[in-house]
Every structure is written in structure tokens, then in C-alpha cells.
């Protein structure tokens, strides 16, 4: 049975970091294109990057390029999203994805 289930969002300050996790089961991570996600309020799910099944980070959008970075730790079978010097539009909910597959979801909020 394949599950993502993501984790690690809370509150934050501006400026601030965070380090997202997508535990995966049911799959292998390094066999698949893997891809984080963000739904920020009132807006549609926008793609964030995505890790290729040779570890290749790639395809950020022009919204976290330079900020976000993408990686994976084979032996957990877990996908992480770092995410630095976070500002307000980073507010929203943070999915992984495999194709077919989405998680549930972590709420990141980032508030002076």
C-alpha cells in the first residue's frame, strides 16, 4: 500500500527555516520522480521542485529557487524539503507527491 505522509511544518518566523519530511512506504523513493508541492491560501497547488530518480533537484519555482532545496535519504525511504529564510507567501500546506499518490499535507505558517 503506497503511503506518503509528510511532517515537520508548524510556525515560523520570517526568515526562519524548516526542514520538511515525506515518509514514503509502499514504494521505493529512488525509483520514482518525486515532488513537493505548496497550497497557499486562496491560491492553486503550485509545484515547488521535484527530485528525479538519479537524486537530481530540480525544476524549483522562481517563488523558493535559491531558498528551498530538495533531498532524499534512500536508506529511510524519506523525501525533505529544506526550507530557508522563509517569508509570509510561504504560508500554506506542503504536500509530496508520487505520481498517483499525494499526502496529507503540513501546514506551514510563517508570521512576525
Known amino acids: 500500500q503506497v503511503q506518503l505522509v509528510e511532517s515537520g511544518g508548524g510556525l515560523v518566523q520570517p526568515g526562519g527555516s524548516l526542514r520538511l519530511s515525506c515518509l514514503c512506504s509502499?514504494?521505493?523513493?529512488k525509483s520514482w520522480l518525486m515532488e513537493w508541492y505548496r497550497q497557499a491560501p486562496g491560491k492553486q497547488r503550485e509545484?515547488?521542485?521535484?527530485?528525479?530518480?538519479?537524486?537530481?533537484?530540480?525544476n524549483y519555482s522562481e517563488s523558493v529557487k535559491g531558498r528551498f532545496t530538495i533531498s532524499r535519504d534512500n536508506a529511510k525511504n524519506t523525501l525533505y524539503l529544506q526550507m530557508n529564510n522563509l517569508t509570509t507567501e510561504d504560508t500554506g500546506v506542503y504536500y509530496c507527491r508520487r505520481h498517483g499518490f499525494w499526502g496529507q499535507g503540513t501546514q506551514v505558517t510563517v508570521v512576525s
Open positions: 509502499g514504494f521505493s523513493i
Open positions: 509545484l515547488l521542485g521535484m527530485m528525479t530518480t538519479d537524486g537530481t533537484d530540480k
